[in-house]
């Protein structure tokens, strides 16, 4: 009945012929990039598809925290890569939270001389690019005097030009005994801090809760370790020869990557826990203050709840930063993802399906974080409402 | 505990009582004639008293306080002395071995290098006009007072002065290919360039990511999304190694280029997120009113919407800038010769070798002066946003 | 200045750096009294009220509330503030927790008592300002005179002898004012001590035991309503309630 112009004046219809017009360009282009590729990768005799990472790697990975040789898949390869990166990724989440929310606390100190370091430092570290940071880092290390006149910051601890080495506990039965023991008590802490909570809330009256939560982290392992016979043999490195025998180890590229990465992060992260506590409000502290709750509990009950829902968004895109930055490591060699697909991709030119699956993996650590912050925020937001 | 800056409960005006409007004004009130007490010691003696209250008035603080002074003692003289008192500021790599401080003679030695890379070492003159222009462009764009069409135009004139500058080849300038370009000038132009390349994209791509079709939205929402998951490395290695495979036989794109557009693709996908923070700060009465008004999609977007969200987003895109400055510095890792890839040659000199640390602290030093500056700048202008939609 | 005074505000002076807020203002209010403080903006009545539970410190003179006198001592404040509760012209309401949670928190962690006690003693004043079906909400899904009632019970469950009030209707629209108004006349009935500063010059004529009106950080005068209304002394009182009062 419509006749077709009118039907062009139907906002649907339009919204159809847009995105019909859109998809083919789009594929348009696609396919003229891809034939293109095609043709190229042909004409240098490249093979595709992913039948290469079951060949034989042929390059050595400086570390690894799985076995690995030159005689392993690539596979297992680029396997080693990404447990590099998350390793760095991971210790340096860790390290990067402890001296950011440090930092952070120092910048809304009311010690004038500790708000100024903080200060320094924040303003120092986020205007300097990290791959500066890291290459000063990483010269700095590897400029260290040689294993024979290694530095021993701490006794049994050294510091040279191979990285750092440091003693070990030797192996023995009881320590999964120890460890055993101390995992209960942690449960047992996490325990007595709620059953604190929920007295305090069911009776009003306190409950010794720091006392109960050290009794817990500290009797348990002490105990293991009296009955199974106080195994406390460590294994020392030893300087032979030219370098050390003995003891744990961590190289220079690990070392560097890490400082580099938790130094520059901390920066970001000490102005998100800055902003996320000055964002509540200052009358919540009055009102806490009016309703007699001592400074400490005003942080516990009133500030820090409503701080975290604001620190927590943006902490995890910091994570995120952190785990894409370690890609860097590439930059001073350091074995991670990149740096092991480039490897690979150079010595196989087949360098689309190495940075794809580079970015796929990458793209599913972002999804698996911004997922873990969606549930969050769900969570809390929920509460707001 | 949080510490609430005194404007938080500043005191309101009193004597001839202005209207209540200007209870909201920032001026520092007129301070009254009588002073506060000296009898309880808070103001008495001025340091004295102020170092009370700010560094000694908890035993917690006396104890941070100490433990500042003492980490000052411990890095101040050394770091005062290697720096200055001790440095070497002229001379051969000899007489820098003989002084105990730094060596800034590799500086003054290797300053052509670090900042200009392997550009003709007569024609350096060139990239120094280019950057001189370039800095005082960047400037004159801070000025509000200049945000007039006629600064694009004078931007379009200085980027064609720029090429003529860099490229030659016309008006008795030698030629020089821009593989043999270097240092600051590859650093300033890739920043300037992939935000100004990247800033209509990131405007489509935010039209796009709040368009009411799905096709177009999920294409912009599955770009963004891609490009902001992976690292910024691994699109510079895409963009160098697989933009020649994309191109039809015989077609060559040069190292700078492919860099750049690899650039420019990430940074639109995250200002594109600035830009929809932007377009999702309009109320729904704009959108209202424009419809109301019978305006057409385009019309509301680029007359109503654009307008007020980009004023909004200026902030954001100054602060994406200096990310962007930051990660040009990345394109080392691509082959390309920036200011930080020159620092780091300068440092393989064997004879300069032992002062890494010094040309290190040089090159930092450039950085931190441009993105420092600009941070400000950028907190400058968030204030005063501020002031005029605080009522 | 009589023996039963509960609160006894003596020269008080206060400084915001080199700002003058308050000049030695000297004020006493009896067990049981309801005080009405009114000025125009700026004259230090927010702040006055707010020195006498220590939410500002004065720098000099003397505060006593029922007998204590508030020094940097911290745990005198801690004292004074389980006496005194307040109550916010922007209601600073916990955000984060359920209105009941709000009146629970500080009996709770500052009192001591056990959740099932509180709990009830917090629906009897939820009850008694009208929105005991709100219990379970959060304050941002209320209205604001709502919000404005449970921070009076959130206050009450702290059993007070003293309330003190700032501007707590100024940030309400006007149809709400009247709703906590009442809930306040309601409270003066039972003979609790309260310190309001207010603008709502009915409320003030209808309940208040004595006017103060401060300007520029003194108190300019004093007076049973009757006489501030009728018979203002100074010509900047007649000014004020001459703006206030036209419309």
């Known amino acids: ?385 | 505990m949080s510490k609430h800056s005194p404007a938080d409960q500043a005191p309101i005006p009193t004597a001839p009582v202005p209207p209540a409007h200007w209870a909201a004004s920032y001026e520092e009130e007129p301070s009254q004639a009588s002073t506060p007490p000296q009898a309880n010691g808070m103001t008495a003696l001025k340091p004295f008293g102020w170092a009370k209250d700010n560094l000694f008035n908890t035993p917690l603080n006396t104890a941070l306080t100490v433990a500042c002074l003492v980490l000052l003692w411990l890095v101040v003289p050394p770091m005062a002395n290697w720096l200055l008192l001790n440095a070497s500021w002229s001379g051969s790599s000899e007489a820098c071995r003989e002084a105990a401080g730094a060596c800034w003679s590799v500086i003054v030695v290797k300053h052509r290098l670090i900042f200009f890379g392997t550009y003709p070492y007569d024609e350096q003159w060139r990239p120094f006009l280019a950057c001189a222009l370039f800095v005082a462009m960047l400037g004159a764009s801070g000025v509000r007072a200049f945000w007039r069409p006629w600064l694009a135009g004078a931007w379009a004139l200085t980027l064609v002065g720029m090429g003529v500058l860099m490229w030659g080849g016309v008006a008795g300038l030698t030629y020089v290919p821009n593989d043999r370009w270097g240092g600051l000038p590859i650093t300033l132009m890739l920043s300037v360039f992939s935000i100004a390349l990247a800033f209509p994209l990131s405007i489509l791509l935010a039209l796009g990511r709040q368009s009411s079709l799905p096709a177009i939205r999920t294409f912009c929402v599955g770009f963004i999304e891609a490009m902001r998951g992976v690292p910024l490395v691994s699109v510079l290695f895409m963009a160098s190694v697989m933009f020649p495979l994309f191109l039809p036989e015989g077609v060559t794109v040069d190292k700078l280029l492919r860099a750049l557009a690899g650039m420019t693709l990430f940074t639109a996908a995250y200002l594109a997120e600035a830009v929809r923070g932007g377009l999702q700060a309009i109320p729904k009465g704009q959108y209202e009113a424009a419809d109301a008004l019978g305006l057409g999609y385009w019309q509301k977007t680029m007359l109503i919407v654009l307008p007020q969200a980009l004023r909004i987003v200026i902030p954001p895109i100054v602060n994406q800038f200096i990310s962007a400055f930051k990660d040009t510095s990345l394109v080392t890792i691509v082959g390309l010769y920036d200011l930080l890839t020159a620092a780091t040659v300068a440092t393989t000199d064997p004879e300069w070798r032992p002062y890494f640390a010094e040309v290190y602290v040089f090159a930092g030093l450039m950085f931190w002066i441009f993105c420092f500056s600009m941070s400000r700048y950028s907190q400058w202008l968030e204030r005063l946003a501020n002031r005029y939609t605080r009522r | 200045m009589t023996e039963t005074a509960i609160i006894e505000l003596r020269k008080v002076g206060k400084w915001y750096n080199s700002y003058h807020a308050l000049r030695d203002v000297s004020l006493s209010v009896a067990k049981g009294e309801k005080v009405v403080v009114c000025g125009p903006s700026g004259s230090g009545k927010s702040t006055m009220i707010r020195c006498i539970n220590r939410l500002e410190a004065h720098q000099t003179g003397h505060i006593v509330v029922d007998g204590i006198e508030l020094t940097d001592d911290v745990k005198a404040v801690e004292k004074i503030r389980r006496k005194v509760g307040m109550v916010f012209q922007n209601f600073n309401l916990f955000p984060h927790l359920t209105v009941l949670q709000n009146l629970t928190l500080a009996p709770i962690w500052v009192r001591g008592m056990a959740k099932s006690e509180i709990e009830e003693i917090a629906m009897m004043y939820l009850k008694r300002v009208r929105i005991p079906d709100q219990a379970h909400k959060f304050p941002g899904q209320l209205s604001g005179g709502q919000q404005q009632r449970v921070a009076i019970a959130r206050a009450l469950c702290m059993r007070p002898e003293i309330m003190l009030f700032d501007e707590p209707t100024s940030a309400l629209d006007p149809e709400m004012v009247k709703e906590v108004l009442d809930v306040m006349t309601e409270l003066a009935g039972e003979g609790m001590t309260m310190v309001c500063v207010t603008h709502e010059m009915g409320f003030a004529r209808q309940v208040a035991d004595s006017i103060v009106f401060m300007a520029e950080g003194s108190i300019i005068e004093s007076g049973s309503p009757a006489e501030f209304f009728e018979n203002p002394k100074s010509e900047r009182t007649r000014q004020f309630l001459g703006q206030i009062l036209e419309h």
């Open chain 1, 1 to 385: 009945m419509t006749n077709p112009v009118q039907a062009l004046n139907s906002a649907r219809v339009r919204g159809w012929l847009y995105q019909a017009l859109f998809l083919a360009c789009t594929l348009a282009v696609a396919w003229y990039l891809v034939s293109n590729t095609l043709t190229n990768l042909a004409t240098r005799g490249v093979a595709t598809g992913f039948g290469f990472l079951q060949r034989e790697a042929g390059f050595e990975i400086g570390e690894s925290l799985l076995p690995y040789s030159a005689s392993d898949t690539y596979l297992t390869a680029l396997v080693v890569g990404l447990l590099n990166t998350l390793a760095v990724s991971a210790a340096g989440v860790v390290l990067a939270t402890v001296l950011g929310v440090l930092i952070g606390i120092g910048r809304l100190s009311s010690n004038w001389m500790v708000n100024r370091f903080a200060t320094l430092y924040v303003e120092t570290v986020r205007n300097v690019p990290l791959l500066l940071q890291l290459v000063v880092w990483y010269t700095i290390l590897n400029r260290l005097p040689s294993p024979r006149e290694a530095l021993e910051v701490l006794p049994g601890i050294f510091l040279s030009n191979r990285g750092m080495k440091f003693p070990v506990l030797v192996e023995h039965a009881g320590h999964g005994w120890i460890l055993l023991a101390l995992l209960a008590g942690i449960a047992a802490a996490i325990a007595a801090v709620r059953y604190g909570r929920r007295h305090r809330e069911a009776t009003g009256k306190p409950f010794p809760t720091l006392p109960a939560v050290i009794a817990a982290l500290l009797l348990p392992p002490a105990a293991a370790f009296i009955t199974t016979g106080a195994p406390l043999a460590f294994d020392v490195p030893v300087l032979a020869g030219f370098n050390f025998e003995g003891g744990g180890a961590v190289t220079p590229e690990f070392t560097a990557l890490l400082i580099g990465l938790s130094v520059y992060t901390a920066g970001f992260i000490a102005e998100i826990v800055r902003s996320g506590i000055l964002a509540v409000p200052h009358g919540q502290t009055e009102a806490g203050l009016a309703l007699g709750l001592s400074p400490g509990k005003i942080l516990r009950l009133v500030i820090l709840p409503q701080a975290l829902r604001v620190i927590v968004p943006p902490l995890t895109s910091q994570y995120l930063n952190l785990t894409k930055n370690s890609s860097l490591a590439v930059a001073i060699g350091y074995p991670d993802l990149v740096s092991v697909s480039n490897t690979s991709a150079n010595q196989t030119g087949q360098v689309v399906e190495a940075v794809a699956m580079m970015m796929v993996v990458y793209l599913i650590i972002s999804l698996a974080i911004s997922g873990f912050m969606n549930w969050y925020n769900r969570r809390v937001a929920l509460v707001t409402r």
